[in-house]
């Protein structure tokens, strides 16, 4: 079954740092690969997603993460954090057998917290 | 265009209760999926519905059920609640195949079993 990987479950950085925060997948079989963003007491939003095309994907609020096949890796960047950062992101997967077409679920990882310090 | 609305946004139930959660799909997605968020851990999936029938489920015990409307809004069900049943329920829609839009989620449902 997929799984993922987030690596430290909280990340602090210095506002105008350099946001890394990591995920990495099990499967053999390149997924479709997203980031979501989930503010205190709230529902999930979705950062970005890579589906086919280009390995490095741009997403919202200056976010951008690289899809590494041979890293099975998707890890996600901001060159500059703000305060308006902190949140926690997720890191979801799909199925292997997923193909692209028809419904699909999403295997989430356990979450990093980002603290943003002024 | 109206995204999805989930209903109540908080709830306290006693041990062996039943609870039904509501969910408002975002127009145009015809397919809902319901996910269990427990403190401190990523959303894990329950199941999903499309056109009215369960499509996939995830490894959740039968006293976890659901609905889907002709209007796509969804409901969850769930029996004869246990104390690990506190969590956060997230219903989220999306359009199927169409994987580039990824899914809409709403604000979620807090279940607390006392």
């Known amino acids: 079954a997929q799984s993922v990987t987030q690596l430290g479950s909280h990340v602090s950085v210095s506002e105008g740092a350099l946001v890394l925060l990591r995920c990495n997948y099990s499967?053999?079989?390149?997924?479709?690969l997203f980031w979501y963003v989930q503010y205190p007491n709230q529902g999930l939003q979705l950062l970005l997603k890579?589906?086919?095309?280009?390995?490095l994907v741009k997403g919202i609020n200056g976010f951008e993460a690289e899809f590494k096949k041979s890293e099975t890796s998707f890890h996600l960047t901001k060159p500059s954090a703000h305060m308006s950062d902190a949140a926690e992101y997720f890191c979801?997967?799909?199925?292997?057998?997923?193909?692209?077409?028809?419904?699909?679920?999403?295997?989430f990882g356990k979450g990093t917290k980002l603290s943003v310090i002024p | 265009e109206t995204g999805v609305t989930q209903s109540p946004t908080h709830l306290i139930k006693t041990r062996g209760q039943q609870v039904t959660l509501r969910c408002s799909s975002q127009?145009?997605?015809?397919?809902v999926s319901w996910y269990q968020q427990a403190l401190g851990q990523g959303p894990q999936f329950i199941f999903q519905?499309?056109?009215?029938?369960?499509?996939g489920r995830g490894n959740f015990p039968p006293r976890f059920s659901g609905l889907q409307f002709p209007n796509y809004s969804s409901e969850l069900n769930v029996n004869a609640l246990e104390l690990d049943d506190s969590a956060l329920y997230l219903c989220?829609?999306?359009?199927?195949?169409?994987?580039?839009?990824?899914?809409?989620f709403g604000s979620g449902t807090r279940l607390t079993v006392v």
């Open positions: 989220a829609s999306s359009l199927v195949g169409a994987v580039n839009y990824g899914y809409t």
């Open positions: 499967s053999s079989v390149p997924p479709y």
């Open positions: 890579y589906t086919t095309g280009a390995t």
């Open positions: 979801a997967v799909t199925p292997e057998e997923y193909s692209g077409a028809g419904s699909y679920q999403l295997t």
């Open positions: 127009s145009g997605h015809n397919t």
């Open positions: 519905y499309y056109r009215e029938e369960e499509n």
